[in-house]
């Protein structure tokens, strides 16, 4: 397993100047860690990370995206696989955080924790490519030429739950940040 | 002798499906996001996979387009979600997080399959349908209906509502869309 707070800084030293969007729990660590106008959120409504991260894929195709999925969020979404399959944009990398719970409600058990595949879901989707990490220093090791391969790619992260946070959603709501966003994708 | 006059052959309403695809052209959609729909197969989503203009993402489910149109929309591309009014039941949520509490655009063209055209939808013989509108009312959202040919310039203003609103606007096509 590898510690949630190390992942985000391991992915954190490579991202460079990419497109980020990220749920929940990860969303607001990523916000502190990360703080830049290129990030997005997607809370409000579980599952729909990738489809943002695609619609913003498609839009800018010459800008890395990299999603940073929730497993209880994709769980809710499974078919948008398929469809980011079906699309196949060449400049998307989804990283799921595999937890086997759902953090932000309370930390309960996902319906098949530790028994889906989620690489070989997505593999079998139709990603070009699918890896699958349980500790820290194969990722370090790996993470870099795997956000400059051609998408679509999935990585799925086996990360230690630990202990049920409670965390602040609010921030990441504010206009101001979709604000900040759009103003960046105009200049970058 | 007198003849009776021929009666004049009638016009029966309809909805092209190429008027329809001319509108959305001339919106400025980059990119239709659909899943199949009984209602539109054969006179708008056939026609437009053949045309390949707009270009079309196909959906595993209705609410990822209403990500896939914000994500767009944040690159300065219009989409339009196509889709039945069963799709736009399912997608309640994400409409309420995404396109409502964001205030993020969505255009919305979606079929009333099962639908009698000669009524309003709120008094359609289909529960389904007849729920529609009273749903999106109660949400706030925007919506026109198209009954024919007529009602094809409420397309672009539609989505032009939708854009510069930044807003969810819903297109409901009470007739089955003709092919051409």
């Not at chain 1, 948008?80 to 196949?88: K, P, Q, S, Y």
């Amino acid at each position: 397993m590898i510690a949630h707070d190390e992942a985000l800084e391991i992915i954190k030293q490579h991202v460079g100047d990419a497109i980020v969007i990220a749920v929940y729990g990860t969303a607001v660590d990523w916000h502190a860690l990360r703080p830049h106008p290129l990030n997005y959120f997607s809370v409000g409504a579980m599952g729909l990370a990738a489809s943002h991260g695609l619609g913003i894929a498609l839009g800018r195709p010459d800008k890395r995206v990299i999603v940073l999925d929730g497993d209880g969020s994709l769980t809710m979404a499974l078919g948008t696989l398929i469809t980011v399959a079906g699309a196949a944009p060449k400049n998307f990398v989804h990283i799921l955080w595999e937890n086997g719970v759902y953090q932000a409600n309370g930390g309960h058990p996902l319906p098949a924790r530790e028994v889906t595949d989620y690489a070989g879901v997505a593999l079998a989707a139709g990603y070009r490519a699918a890896y699958r990490f349980d500790d820290k220093v194969n990722l370090a090791q790996q993470i870099r030429s795997l956000l400059a391969e051609e998408g679509p790619v999935f990585v799925d992260l086996k990360i230690d739950p630990g202990p049920v946070k409670k965390r602040d959603y609010k921030p990441l709501r504010a206009q101001a940040l979709r604000d900040a966003f759009k103003a960046a994708l105009a200049r970058a | 002798m007198s003849e009776k006059a021929a009666p004049q052959p009638q016009t029966a309403p309809a909805l092209r499906g190429e008027a329809i695809l001319r509108e959305i052209r001339t919106s400025g959609i980059a990119y239709v996001l659909a899943l199949p729909d009984l209602h539109t197969s054969k006179g708008l989503l056939h026609p437009l996979t053949r045309s390949g203009d707009p270009p079309i993402i196909r959906l595993a489910r209705e609410d990822e387009g209403i990500g896939i149109a914000s994500g767009l929309s944040f690159c300065g591309k219009r989409a339009l979600l196509l889709m039945q009014y069963t799709g736009l039941l399912d997608s309640v949520n994400a409409l309420r997080a995404v396109s409502l509490d964001y205030k993020l655009p969505l255009a919305m063209m979606v079929g009333l399959l099962g639908h009698d055209p000669e009524k309003p939808p709120h008094e359609s013989p289909r529960y389904g349908v007849k729920v529609v509108t009273p749903i999106l009312d109660a949400m706030g959202i925007e919506h026109h209906t198209l009954y024919d040919d007529r009602d094809l310039g409420k397309i672009r203003t539609a989505i032009d509502r939708a854009y510069d609103a930044a807003e969810p606007v819903a297109i409901l096509l009470a007739r089955s869309p003709v092919p051409a």
